[in-house]
């Protein structure tokens, strides 16, 4: 594993890292900071593992795991280095779409991107020689957490892994950054976007959404589904729309982001106005659930209420709503959304 082959020589390094980062600013590859120049440091910021204190203003930020680099971009800080695309990377470039946009309005390189294939890369990491490292979002475990501290302060996720809100996300790394004034700014102009798109489509105020996970038509015996945990799920309620009852009340019941149930329990669905998966642009997604002799009897699948978001494209990644992503395809999924939503 990286971390058992990482911590051999990680007091050697956090040494090296130590002595470096006091001339850390004077280096060619330091990224550019803005904002406020008024924060009070230290500043500490409280998660799931404990408390991280954050001495002086970070200028060398790395992040880990998904889409904590686009808080920093969006606060105008170019990260050293952050994890390589492995969904919806069209082009094979290691960026997505939005990332790409935001390094070029900046005039910025693409920092080092670390390769999370087979988990953190905790050496990458530390040979960007960051002040900090963001991990609001992600799915970090203890032992991730204690290897990456020897690195950098680290800043964790609040309370459960791969459950932060993009706003909580947005809060806790722009006030370890420094920028918590410039991070409600971004919050704000955020939501103002949400709720503008949704005005557009009035027939979707208070319908119930519900996000099924990717869909394995070889076997529909079973269904999983994302909880009100989820972003993905989330985000519904952050365009006006609803949790349905059946799945607010399952959600209830654990911490899970995520739930699998017998498609014999189809009955429980039938509070469900729209249905929204991973699938295909063609409908055959839809196609098969509506030949399923149990999933055709669900409301939203028997008149095509449905959302199918084909593939690794932006759209279907931008599902997961993150602070570039969600600016990036709003108009594209609220008008998917739309669609379903005249079907009703």
């Not at 995520?258 to 729209?274: A, F, G, K, R």
Request: charge should be negative; glycine fraction near 6%.
């Amino acid at each position: 594993m990286r971390a058992t082959r990482f911590l051999a020589g990680i007091v050697a390094l956090t040494t090296a890292l130590a002595l470096s980062a006091c001339g850390s600013s004077d280096s060619d590859d330091t990224p550019a900071a803005s904002g406020s120049a008024t924060a009070a440091f230290p500043i500490t910021v409280t998660h799931a593992f404990g408390a991280t204190t954050i001495e002086k203003k970070p200028v060398r930020v790395a992040t880990v795991n998904w889409a904590n680099h686009e808080v920093p971009l969006a606060l105008g800080i170019v990260p050293v280095g952050y994890a390589k695309a492995n969904f919806g990377d069209e082009d094979g470039d290691g960026l997505l779409p939005w990332d790409a946009a935001k390094l070029k309005e900046l005039g910025a390189q693409t920092p080092v991107l670390f390769d999370e294939t087979d988990g953190i890369d905790f050496e990458g990491v530390a040979n960007t020689k960051p002040d900090v490292i963001l991990a609001a979002y992600s799915g970090l475990t203890q032992q991730d957490y204690d290897t990456l501290s020897k690195i950098a302060p680290v800043v964790a996720y609040p309370k459960a892994p791969w459950a932060t809100s993009w706003r909580d996300s947005i809060k806790l790394e722009s006030t370890a950054l420094g920028l918590a004034a410039e991070g409600d700014a971004l919050i704000a102009t955020i939501e103002k976007q949400m709720k503008d798109e949704a005005a557009r489509y009035p027939k979707l105020a208070g319908k119930s959404v519900m996000f099924l996970t990717h869909l394995d038509p070889a076997d529909l015996s079973k269904i999983s589904f994302y909880t009100t945990h989820d972003t993905r799920a989330q985000f519904f309620t952050d365009l006006g729309m609803k949790h349905p009852d059946s799945i607010a009340k399952a959600s209830a019941a654990t911490e899970e982001f995520s739930l699998t149930q017998s498609s014999e329990q189809v009955q429980n669905l039938s509070d469900v106005d729209i249905i929204v998966t991973y699938g295909d642009a063609e409908g055959t997604t839809l196609a098969t659930l509506q030949k399923d002799p149990l999933l055709s009897k669900v409301p939203a699948i028997a008149r095509g209420s449905f959302v199918s978001l084909p593939g690794s494209t932006p759209v279907a990644t931008a599902a997961n709503p993150t602070p570039l992503a969600v600016s990036f395809v709003l108009k594209d999924y609220v008008d998917l959304l739309g669609k379903a939503a005249d079907k009703i």
